[in-house]
C-alpha cells in the first residue's frame, strides 16, 4: 500500500496537495487535481485518518507579504485586509520584506510551512528584469494557493490583481500643473524597476507631449520612492542654480523628501514651486501644508484584495481578475506658483 508521500511523488506535487485533493479543502488547479487522482485511482491508495486531516491546519489563515510595513501607505492597505479578513473568520500573517527580494522569497518560504490558504503581496522593488521575476514567480507558484498581487503589479504577472490607475495618475498631476500655468514641470521618479514607477512616469511624458512641452532632463530626478533620495535629490537640484516652476512627486515619501529639502532653503510649495504628489498625505493638511495630490482609497485597496482572494478561492478555475482603483484629483493650492 502506497503512503502519501509515494502518492506526492508519483504525481509530483507535495504532500500538502495531495492532501488538499483527499480533503476538498484549498485549491489546487483542475490539472494537477486530475493527476493526483489518477494516481490514487491507479494505485488503489486509501488514506489515513492523519493523511484525511494534514490540511485542516491551513484552513483560516490568510500571508499578507508587503514591501514597507512603516509607510502609512501599506499601512492602511493592510488595515483593509485585516478588516475584511475579520468579517470573513481569516487571520493574518504578515510579513515585512523592507523591500528585499530575498526577504520576499524567504518570507513565502515561511508562508508554504505555515500552509497558509492564501497569500496576497506587494511585491519588493527590483523585480525589472525577467530573471528576478522568474523567481517571484517560482517561489508563488510552489505555494500552490490562491495569490493576489496589490498595488506593484509587475511584467508577465499570472495572477488576480488589485492595481492603481498609475498612467492615469501621472498624466493628471501633470496636466493639472500645466492648467495652473507652469511650462518648465520637473518630476522626481519612483524605482523605474518597478513597473508602477514606469507608469506613472509614462503618464507625465504624456501629458508633457501633449501640450508640445519640451521634458526638461534636467529637473527629471531619478529617485527610488524613499524619503532620503528624494531629499538628496531636491537638495541637489535647488543647490546647482536654475529651478523649474513646478515638480511631480511619484509616491508620498518621495513627496516628504521634496517638502524637507524645499523647506530647508526657505522656500515653500505652491509659493516658489508647484507640486502635486501621487498619494494623498493626511498629516500635511494638519501641519497646514496645502498640498495638492492624486489620491486613492488604499484602505479599499486592501478590502478588494481579500474579496478578490476569497473569489478566487471558491472559484479556482476563474479567468484572472485585474481590479482597478480609480485616482482622484485633490487640488490645495500647492499646483500653483505665486509670480
Wanted: hydrophobic content about 40%; overall charge neutral; charged content about 25%.
Amino acid at each position: 500500500m502506497l503512503t502519501i508521500k509515494e502518492v506526492a511523488e508519483l504525481a509530483g506535487v507535495s504532500k500538502s496537495t495531495v492532501s488538499r485533493v483527499l480533503n476538498n479543502n484549498g485549491y489546487v488547479s483542475e490539472d494537477t487535481r486530475k493527476r493526483i487522482e489518477k494516481v490514487i485511482q491507479e494505485s488503489g491508495y486509501s488514506p489515513s485518518a492523519a493523511a484525511i486531516t494534514l490540511s485542516k491546519r491551513e484552513g483560516s489563515t490568510i500571508g499578507v507579504v508587503i514591501p514597507e510595513i512603516d509607510n502609512s501607505f501599506f499601512g492602511e492597505v493592510l488595515k483593509g485586509i485585516t478588516e475584511s479578513a475579520d468579517k470573513q473568520g481569516f487571520s493574518i500573517i504578515c510579513c515585512d520584506t523592507r523591500n528585499d527580494g530575498n526577504r520576499e522569497l524567504k518570507a513565502l518560504s515561511v508562508l508554504e510551512y505555515q500552509r497558509v490558504r492564501g497569500v496576497i503581496i506587494a511585491p519588493a522593488m527590483g523585480y525589472g528584469d525577467r530573471a528576478s521575476v522568474d523567481k517571484l514567480k517560482a517561489a508563488l507558484a510552489k505555494l500552490n494557493v490562491p495569490v493576489v498581487v496589490v498595488d506593484r503589479d509587475f511584467d508577465y504577472s499570472q495572477w488576480d490583481t488589485v492595481y492603481f490607475q498609475n498612467y492615469e495618475s501621472g498624466f493628471m498631476a501633470t496636466e493639472s500643473l500645466i492648467k495652473a500655468g507652469s511650462r518648465k514641470i520637473g518630476i522626481i521618479q519612483g524605482d523605474m524597476q518597478l513597473k508602477i514607477a514606469r507608469e506613472r512616469y509614462r503618464g507625465y511624458e504624456d501629458a508633457m507631449m501633449a501640450e508640445g512641452l519640451e521634458i526638461p532632463g534636467r529637473f527629471v530626478l531619478k529617485g527610488n520612492f524613499t524619503i532620503e533620495k528624494a531629499y538628496e535629490l531636491t537638495k541637489e537640484m535647488l543647490s546647482s542654480g536654475g529651478r523649474p516652476e513646478a515638480m511631480v512627486t511619484c509616491n508620498n515619501r518621495t513627496s516628504i523628501g521634496f517638502i524637507k529639502a524645499m523647506v530647508e532653503q526657505g522656500l515653500a510649495i505652491g509659493k516658489d514651486i508647484a507640486v502635486v504628489g501621487i498619494d494623498k498625505i493626511p498629516l500635511l493638511d494638519d501641519l497646514g501644508f496645502h498640498f495638492s495630490c492624486v489620491s486613492r482609497d488604499t484602505i479599499q485597496m486592501g478590502r478588494m484584495s481579500m474579496q478578490l482572494l476569497v473569489e478566487r478561492m471558491k472559484r479556482p478555475d476563474m479567468q484572472r481578475s485585474i481590479w482597478v482603483t480609480p485616482c482622484r484629483l485633490e487640488l490645495k493650492g500647492s499646483e500653483k506658483t505665486n509670480k
